[in-house]
């Protein structure tokens, strides 16, 4: 089982559902064929949904508002690849798909965060472009720190200047 930190707005909506469903299975009385279960998403009487049928609902949902097709478990990489491009963490995007390690997501959304690793390298080159063009001859204090960072790493030594 998968755990992990559901936006606000969404378990308000989950909790006001799940509210409806158990004055729903009150109301149905006797016609009720969830027995003890309370299935959030399951047929009117309690029944539950056939493993295809939330699948069969997105397809028709697709063609009937005319969008581009994608297959219902194209949402999930659909979602990681929205948090990859909102800068979230690696580890934390592993988590919320509930991969057993993040080398999984590292197979599978790799090109994906080096993408996004080199657009974050661009946006970061472009603040020294703009110095640049403002007649700044010289890097910014932030940029020269930086760079005696990385060097520091490669060649192990400390950089002075």
């Known amino acids: 089982m998968t755990t992990g930190v559901i936006e606000v707005r969404v378990l ?8 409806y ?6 109301d149905m009385g006797d016609v009720w064929r969830g ?5 959030l998403f399951s047929h009117p009487n309690g029944q539950p949904f056939h493993h295809e049928a939330p699948c069969q609902w997105f397809r028709n949902f697709i063609l009937k508002n005319k969008l ?4 219902f478990h194209d949402l999930r990489h659909t979602s990681a690849m929205i948090l990859i491009n909102q800068g979230v963490h690696a580890k934390i995007i592993s988590e919320r798909l509930g991969h057993g390690s993040i080398t999984t997501t590292m197979n ?3 090109h ?10 661009d946006k970061f080159e472009s603040l020294f472009n703009i110095n640049k063009t403002e ?11 930086l760079l005696t960072i990385k060097t520091t790493r490669r060649t192990g ?3 002075c200047g």
């Open 12 to 19: 308000e909506e989950l909790r006001e559902y799940h509210n």
């Open 21 to 26: 469903r158990i004055q729903e299975r009150h």
């Open 35 to 39: 027995g003890a279960w309370l299935f």
């Open 68 to 71: 581009r097709y994608i297959r």
């Open 108 to 110: 599978i959304y790799g």
């Open 112 to 121: 994906a965060l080096r993408r996004a690793d080199q657009a974050a390298a």
């Open 135 to 145: 007649g700044q001859s010289k890097p910014p204090v932030a940029y020269g720190f």
């Open 157 to 159: 030594g400390l950089l």
